[in-house]
């Protein structure tokens, strides 16, 4: 509801009987708006030292992409080895953070990375233990017209 008022002194009341309007965080709002985005991705047998990229996705023409956290998850099958891996989240050409621990690791961002339209979103896994496993990451965020 635009306001236009100039060299006036004017109150505004507004009531917000039983949350039938409410103000929310915008990530609130955009899961309600449809607009909510997992990026998911697995690699089956990643060898001990080695990086693969499990996720690549480029941002929607028109778009903007809003990323709250990413994760990774490792294990090595018929075993109880350690399995520690490693993501690297890639916007464009640019690495921007590393994180990892064993079995893997959750990452929620304390703001959120935008991503605008035409641009390349990656995450990378390393597989830091010491036998070959299989690792799945995510990205979470949600994306929305410009």
């Given amino acids: 509801m635009p306001i236009d008022v100039q060299h006036q002194t004017v109150n505004v009341k507004t009531n917000f009987k039983e949350q039938e309007v409410g103000v929310i965080p915008e990530a609130d709002w955009q899961v309600k708006a449809g607009n909510q985005k997992f990026l998911v991705g697995a690699v089956a047998e990643l060898a001990s030292g080695a990086w693969a990229m499990i996720i690549d996705y480029t941002v929607t023409a028109g778009k903007v992409l809003y990323l709250y956290g ?11 080895l350690n399995h520690a891996c490693e993501i690297a989240v890639q916007i464009g050409a640019t690495e921007y953070l590393y994180a990892g621990g064993n079995a893997g690791v959750v990452y929620p961002f ?6 605008t ?11 830091n233990a010491d036998h070959t496993c ?8 949600f994306e929305k017209a410009v």
């Fill in 134 to 141: 299989s690792i799945r990451g995510s990205y979470l965020g």
């Fill in 117 to 127: 339209a035409g641009v390349a979103v990656r995450l990378n896994v390393y597989n």
């Fill in 70 to 80: 990413a994760s990774c998850a490792s294990r090595k099958v018929n075993s109880d």
């Fill in 110 to 115: 304390t703001s959120p990375i935008k991503v």
